[in-house]
Structure formats: structure tokens, C-alpha cells
């Protein structure tokens, strides 16, 4: 019975062996493991280093002692091996012995002569890159590029030295000399190895001859640049060249570090890293730059087994500047009714100051310091950390590569088939805890990318000052209508928005996070791209200290109330009236904008530049109007609805009249940035925040409480998340800038906006002064009466008055009692029903 239970038993075991056996020991693994361990790496690398310091002292010593060398050879030649012996009593001249001499006279007379330095230069890179794990050039590369050399070197000695010096050239150069000297003679060898000379400068630096004057001028282009496919000048012509060496359907198959990958234009071929396994293309093929993709045919795609092992690759990028496409301005002309009128040449708002000029470069600080290089070393450990703890959760990935920024550094990573991303998703905080990090954000999936984004502080964040960004050339070039430069992405690029497509900008961020600093950036970028006549800023500031640096600049930017002191609007009853006056000149642009027959800013102005829009029939330039308010928090506590509702209506309606606001707050809670501003803010700037809740606030999404701070921030237009790195502009840069401007001729004052005057401030008719009254009263209140409409546009265009006269015969008339308050966006009410009710009221009122 225990016999029978016992069979049984080792029957179930048996059932369960083979199962076990799969499970623990994987495919690929088992008795040689030891090739791919990390130690068994170091040992070879350690030995390599030293054998090559060992053959190079021993050519050294073999070169020297030539003299002695036939006592060496014939040692070494003798039947009885007596230089083998350990107590030979007369010794090698070799300062390495027999040994050295040995390797000395097989590689330098027997083959390849001096050129067997070279061999010595290839073992010592092979030994650092498996001790050290250096990665500064594919293996293979310097492989074939030490064997083009070594050959190339060789015979060159055998052609001068010939037989007076054989060593020079060793035996592989002289008899290849004697053999193509047989076959081409001697000028046709000389010819051959200038020609050898001249493919390999091509292949290897990819030279353009050029003749010019009878020179042949070459340019040698960046080493970064060679294949680099994804950059935009010199991807054309390396995609047609690849396509052609490639698209044979052969060089696909058997390749077992290769990865197809099905795009919207074709089949992109990913190569993995693996320095005796890249696939062979024929180009010179850079590692650790951006995948190299070519378009092939689609057809001809085959299975490729998946890679077993990758190494990380680094996208490299110029430090270019993104600007996306700008605005085609349109081409003006002057209206025959102006030329007749004698006006000949198109109106130039500038001329209104024709003597400014915009800052120079040299008001902003030239920060002394070099471009942060994030150490191989830490990028490695940073990979390794983020697989091994994706691998401790049982998630496999197929490939990762690196794309370095100023301040994070950006891990694509491609998941295997059939993991989730919800997976890598929950994994944030863990590695976080791997990598030590301040803060890590992932990304999953990267919109476009097809990869998994994992964003990784560097140790040593790069600062990006704003004079470069100002002085590079596509800003200087950009011909927005508001350019904004917003700072540095994780490519290295320029970030340049237009802020009249955004329309309306909302920053927000934790106290010390580089909130003002970004203000001050947008203010700056304007001030260097925009003439005073083209440009206003309405300043509102209720902590009174940061945005009281631009008062110097009052008669040039800035606009204000009639009457007001100070252009820096710092209380919060005249914030209200600020707005609401806001809400006045954009009614009044409308009725503009209408009259002209225009839909816009841009097309009312060019037609008031081509002179078809006259001053005698009320028309006037518009300017763009930009309000930054810098604690929106503060005014809504105070304030409320007051401040809230006309922000509503400025961020709704006041896109296409040209005024765009740019509301700023450090508490961005759900009773401060309200759904009716968020609603109208499509643009939204973040910076750090101190809680999910914050951040899906601003964002409508995390992400900003991950943010490391001083300046790292994330901007959103409603579709993606792009992280910037803002530039920092200081206080005495901003001072400079501001007192550039101010001591030069200006306006006689700020521009005056419309007068509005609050509920409590009305008049009413006890306080009307018939005396004081304006002359053009009577005709005023008769074409209201007539009209039945209390607009202030309807009697300046009517009695062909400026826009502040016409606002002071509406008070009047408000006063009087013939119209009502103001209302907002409609029209004020008339009191009064007809002319004849309206000429009975004017005797009564004036006895």
C-alpha cells in the first residue's frame, strides 16, 4: 500500500518536474550565462587593457634594439624552442622577453609593420568599453575602421621604404606593394592609395568637395549630424540615400537586434544598440543618436524575432529654435479717396515716436557658464534602476532611449507586447523611490510618440537666460503678432507662443516656484518685439511690489483711467473700473469693427494703414491691449463677482478686438479660478503646486505637483502637456530694460481709457450743472432721443468727436436723466420716448 502511494506520488511529481524545470530555467539561459555577466565583461576588459600596454611596450623596446634583433630571431627560430625555456642564461634583448619579441616580430616584420599600433589602440578601446563601459564609439565601427587603416598604412610603408626598411611596412605591406605594383605599376599604386585615402575621408566624414576659384573647399559636418535622420536640414537627402542602399528586402532578414515598426508613412526600422549587432546599412551609422528610421515598402516586411538585450539610446539635438508657422501679413496699399485727398503713403503708426529704439541685448546679464553635460554614467544608472524595478514588477520593455533636457531628462521606453500601460502607470512612486528623485512624471502614453515617457530630474539642472533666448535668431525673425517666449523643452528648443492665438493666457504656481519671473518673461518679449504705438499693458498688481518696476515706462506701454495718479493699478475699487472701462473700449472696437466691415484686429488695421478707414469718420489705430494681473486670488476674495464678470466678458469676446489678459494666482483653488474663467483660458501655464488637487485645477490633470520648481513648468493649449524650462530674467535686468525706455520720448501721457464710473459714482439729475454743460449737449441728447439708442460709438461717429468727449456728454446725459446707468455690454436705456417729450424736458430743465 505505501509501495502503491509512493508511485503514485513520484508519478505526480514527475507530472510537475518538466513544468518547474520551464519555469526556472528561461530560454537563453544555463551554461552560457557566463558570457553575458557583467564580471565576466570586467575580467576581459581588464585583461585587454593590459595586453595591449604589454605589445605596446614590446614593438617599442622591438624598434629600438633593431640591432639586436637577429640574436632575438634566431632564438625564436630554433628547432628546440630554447627561448621557452624560463633559465635561458642569455636572455631576450626585448624588454618584454621572448614573449614580446615573439608578438613583436610576428605582427611588425611578418605582417603589418608599424601599423600594428593600430591594432594596439583597437584592443585598448575594446578592453575600456568592457571594464569601464565607456560607450564612445560602436565596436564595429572602429573595428572596420582599424582594418581600412591598418591596410591602407601597411602598404604605404611597402611603397616608400620598399626593401631598405622592411619593417616599415611588415610583410603584409611589402608583398602587397610587389603585387600591385606587378598588376598597376608604381604610379598606379600611388594613384590606388590616394584613391583608398580619399573613400575612406568620404565614408567616414562624408566630405563635399566643392570647387570654387580652383580650390577644392570641404565643410566636415558635426559627428552628431552624420545620420541623424529626425534633424529637419539634412533629413531629405539622408532618407533618400538610405532608401536606396536599403530597400532590397535582404538586409530586413536575419537580423536579430532589429525592430519593425508600423508608422502612418511606412515601416520604421529601429536598430538596437548592440555593438556586433546593429544592422548594417552601409551608413555610418552614430549610436546613441535618434532612431534611425527609413521608409521602406510595406509589403516587404518579415518577422524579425524580438531583441533579447538593448542599452540605452540618447537623442541628441541641436540647439535649435521651434517656432511653429507665422502670419502672412497682408500687403497694403493707400485707398484712391486718400491719395486725393493728398495722403500718398500708408499709415505708420511708429512715426508717432520715430525716434525709438527698441532695448538692446546688452541690458540683459550674460551669464558665465557651460552648457550642463549629464554624465554617461548617470544616465546609465538611471536606465538600470528604471528596468530593474519595472522588471521586479514582472514588466518586460523592448527598447529605452534618453532625450536630455536643461532641467529633466525624458526616458522613452517601449513596453513589450501585450503590457498595460496602466501597469507603468501605477509605478510612479516606486520609481521615484529607485531613482531618489525629487519628483518623477510619467507620461503613458507620449501623444505621437507611441512610447511610454518617464521624466527624470538631472542632478545638476541648466539654467536658460533670457538674453539667449533674445538673441536667438528665429525670435529675432518671428513675425508674430504677440510673441511670448515661454522657455527651453526637453529637446533644447526655443518655445516661442503667439498669445493672440492663445487668446488669453492663466499662470499659476506655489509661492517661490518662478511665477513672477515667467510675468516678467512674457513682458520682456514684447517690449523687445513691439513699438509703443502697436502695443498697452493694463498692470494690475494688489501686492504692490512686483510689477512696480514698469512705471518708468508709463508714456510709452502703458494705459490707464482718466485722472488716475499711478499707472500700476494697486486698489481694488480702481481694478473694477479698470475692467469694466476694459469692457468699454471693447464694445466701442466692436462698433468700430463693425462699421469698417472687418471681423478683426488684423484686417481693421490694415485697412486703417492702407488709409480706406479715416480719423474725420471716427476711426482710429487700435492697438493691442495686454492686462496682466498678477493675483487674481486677492481680488476675487475682495471683490468677487465684480472683478469676475468682467474678466468673463473680456476673456469671451475681446479675442478678435485685440485685448488678451493674463491672470496670474498662487492659489489655484476651485473658488479662485472659477469654471467660467477656466472655461475661457484655453491656455494655462503651471508651475509647481503642492497638491493633485492644485494641479487638476490649473491642468485639468496632474502633473504639476511633480514639477521640481525654479521655473520648471508645464503649459497646455487643451490638447497635450509640453514641459519648458522658463528663462530667468532678474530684477536688475528688468530695471535696465524699463529705464532704457523711459529715458526716451514718449506720449504726453498713458492712454487714456474709457471713463467709467461705478453705481455709487453716477450722478444724478440734482447734480447736473446746466452751465457747465457741453455745447454739443442739446444735439447729443436729440440724436439719442432720434435714435433710441445710448451708445457713446453712435455720437462720436455721428458728431465726429474724440472718444472722451463723447463719454463725457453720455454722463451728462445720465445726469440729466435722458439716459440710464451703464449696463455692461448693452446699450445704455434712453428715458425719453420721442423729440417732442424730449424739447419739453430741455425748458423744464433749464428754468
Same mark, same amino acid.
Given at each position: ?57 614590446? !614593438? ?28 635561458? &642564461? ?10 614580446? +619579441? ?159 515598426? &508600423? ?37 516587404? &516586411? ?75 554614467? &548617470? ?14 514588477? %514582472? ?96 529637446? %533644447? ?103 469698417? $466691415? ?65 491672470? +496670474? ?17 484655453? +491656455? ?30 508645464? !503649459? ?11 528663462? !530667468? ?38 447734480? !447736473?450743472? +446746466? ?30 468727436? $474724440?472718444? %472722451? ?43
Amino acid at each position: 500500500m505505501a509501495t502503491k502511494k509512493s508511485n503514485s506520488f513520484r508519478n505526480a511529481a514527475d507530472d510537475f518536474l518538466p513544468e518547474e524545470k520551464e519555469k526556472k530555467i528561461p530560454m537563453g539561459e544555463g551554461k552560457l550565462a557566463w558570457v553575458k555577466d557583467e564580471r565576466t565583461h570586467k575580467i576581459l576588459g581588464a585583461f585587454f587593457i593590459l595586453f595591449s600596454l604589454f605589445l605596446f611596450v614590446a !614593438f617599442t623596446s622591438h624598434i629600438i634594439n633593431l640591432s639586436r634583433f637577429e640574436t632575438d630571431q634566431d632564438i625564436l627560430q630554433s628547432s628546440n624552442w630554447k627561448w621557452f625555456k624560463a633559465n635561458n &642564461e642569455r636572455g631576450a634583448s626585448n624588454m618584454m622577453g621572448y614573449i614580446g +619579441a615573439w608578438f613583436s616580430h610576428l605582427f611588425i616584420h611578418k605582417w603589418f609593420g608599424i601599423a600594428s599600433y593600430i591594432l594596439l589602440f583597437t584592443i585598448f578601446t575594446l578592453g575600456t568599453r568592457l571594464l569601464f563601459k565607456w560607450q564612445l564609439h560602436p565596436m564595429t565601427k572602429i573595428l572596420r575602421y582599424s582594418f581600412f587603416i591598418i591596410v591602407w598604412i601597411s602598404i604605404l610603408m611597402g611603397f616608400i621604404f620598399n626593401h631598405d626598411n622592411l619593417f616599415m611596412g611588415g610583410g603584409f605591406g611589402y608583398f602587397g606593394y610587389m603585387w600591385l605594383k606587378s598588376l598597376i605599376g608604381a604610379v598606379g599604386t600611388a594613384t590606388f592609395l590616394f584613391l583608398y585615402a580619399l573613400a575612406f575621408m568620404i565614408i567616414v566624414y562624408n566630405i563635399d568637395l566643392k570647387f570654387k576659384k580652383g580650390l577644392v573647399q570641404y565643410e566636415e559636418e558635426p559627428e552628431d549630424m552624420k545620420v541623424a535622420f529626425s534633424d529637419h536640414e539634412t533629413e531629405a537627402e539622408n532618407i533618400k540615400q538610405h532608401y536606396e542602399e536599403v530597400h532590397a528586402p535582404e538586409l530586413l532578414v536575419n537580423k536579430e537586434n532589429a525592430k519593425l515598426v &508600423e508608422e502612418e508613412d511606412g515601416i520604421q526600422l529601429h536598430s538596437i544598440p548592440d555593438e556586433d549587432e546593429l544592422v548594417e546599412t552601409g551608413a555610418n551609422i552614430e549610436e546613441y543618436l535618434a532612431p534611425i528610421s527609413f521608409i521602406v515598402d510595406p509589403i516587404k &516586411e518579415k518577422k524579425i524575432d524580438k531583441p533579447t538585450d538593448f542599452e540605452l539610446k540618447i537623442e541628441e539635438h541641436e540647439e535649435d529654435v521651434f517656432v511653429p508657422e507665422e502670419i502672412q501679413k497682408p500687403i497694403l496699399d493707400v485707398a484712391p479717396a486718400a491719395r486725393l485727398a493728398g495722403l500718398e503713403d500708408p499709415y505708420d503708426p511708429t512715426l508717432d515716436l520715430p525716434g525709438y529704439q527698441f532695448p538692446t541685448l546688452d541690458l540683459l546679464q550674460e551669464y558665465e557658464f557651460t552648457k550642463t553635460e549629464v554624465d554617461r554614467s &548617470e544616465l546609465e544608472t538611471s536606465k538600470n534602476l528604471i528596468v530593474e524595478t519595472l522588471k521586479n514588477y %514582472n514588466i518586460a520593455i523592448s527598447e529605452i532611449r534618453a532625450n536630455i533636457g536643461p532641467t529633466v531628462t525624458l526616458y522613452e521606453i517601449v513596453p513589450a507586447p501585450g503590457v498595460k500601460i496602466s501597469r507603468i502607470k501605477n509605478l510612479e512612486d516606486d520609481i521615484a523611490l529607485s531613482l531618489a528623485a525629487l519628483g518623477i512624471r510619467i507620461i503613458a502614453p507620449i501623444p505621437g510618440r507611441g512610447t511610454i515617457g518617464i521624466e527624470v530630474p538631472n542632478k545638476k539642472p541648466e539654467m536658460v537666460p533670457m538674453r539667449s533666448m533674445i538673441a536667438s535668431k528665429k525670435f529675432q525673425e518671428c513675425n508674430y503678432e504677440l510673441p511670448v517666449i515661454l522657455g527651453k523643452t526637453i529637446s %533644447n528648443e526655443l518655445y516661442i507662443a503667439d498669445l493672440s492665438k492663445m487668446p488669453h493666457l492663466l499662470c499659476a504656481g506655489a509661492t517661490g516656484q518662478g511665477k513672477s519671473v515667467g510675468l516678467n518673461t512674457l513682458i520682456v518679449s514684447l517690449l523687445y518685439k513691439k513699438h509703443p504705438s502697436e502695443l498697452k499693458f493694463v498692470l494690475v498688481d494688489p501686492k504692490k511690489v512686483e510689477l512696480t518696476l514698469y512705471n518708468k515706462i508709463e508714456r510709452h506701454y502703458l494705459a490707464k483711467l482718466p485722472g488716475d495718479g499711478d499707472a500700476i493699478i494697486t486698489d481694488t475699487k480702481l481694478v473694477c473700473n479698470t475692467l469694466n472701462s476694459l469692457c468699454m473700449e471693447m464694445d466701442e472696437r466692436y462698433e468700430l469693427l463693425k462699421a469698417a $466691415g472687418k471681423r478683426n484686429i488684423i484686417e481693421y488695421n490694415a485697412k486703417f494703414r492702407e488709409r480706406k478707414l479715416l480719423p474725420t469718420e471716427g476711426h482710429r489705430f487700435l492697438p493691442y491691449i495686454v492686462v496682466v494681473i498678477d493675483e487674481v486670488a486677492d481680488l476675487m476674495m475682495t471683490a468677487g463677482r465684480e472683478v469676475e464678470t468682467p474678466i468673463a466678458r473680456l476673456a469671451q469676446l475681446a479675442r478678435a478686438i485685440g485685448i488678451h489678459v493674463i491672470l +496670474a494666482t498662487q492659489r489655484p483653488s476651485v473658488n479662485i479660478i472659477t469654471g467660467t474663467i477656466k472655461a475661457n483660458f484655453p +491656455a494655462r501655464l503651471a508651475f509647481r503646486v503642492t497638491s493633485k488637487i492644485d494641479s487638476r485645477t490649473i491642468l485639468d490633470s496632474n502633473g504639476a505637483d511633480q514639477l521640481i520648481g525654479k521655473g520648471d513648468m508645464l !503649459f497646455s493649449t487643451g490638447n497635450d502637456l509640453i514641459r519648458l524650462q522658463c528663462p !530667468f530674467v532678474d530684477t536688475p535686468e528688468v530695471e535696465r530694460i524699463t529705464e532704457f525706455i523711459g529715458n526716451q520720448r514718449g506720449y504726453s501721457s498713458a492712454l487714456i481709457l474709457p471713463e467709467f464710473r461705478g453705481d455709487d459714482e453716477a450722478g444724478s439729475r440734482e447734480d !447736473f450743472n +446746466a452751465n457747465e454743460r457741453d455745447a454739443l449737449f442739446e444735439d447729443a441728447a436729440r440724436l439719442i432721443v432720434m435714435t433710441q439708442q445710448g451708445s457713446t460709438s453712435l455720437i462720436q461717429r455721428k458728431l465726429k468727436l $474724440g472718444y %472722451n468727449r463723447a463719454g463725457r456728454l453720455v454722463d451728462q446725459l445720465e445726469q440729466a436723466g435722458i439716459v440710464g446707468p451703464f449696463e455692461g455690454a448693452k446699450a445704455r436705456k434712453v428715458l425719453i420716448p420721442d423729440e417732442a417729450s424730449l424739447e419739453q424736458f430741455l425748458n423744464t430743465l433749464y428754468k
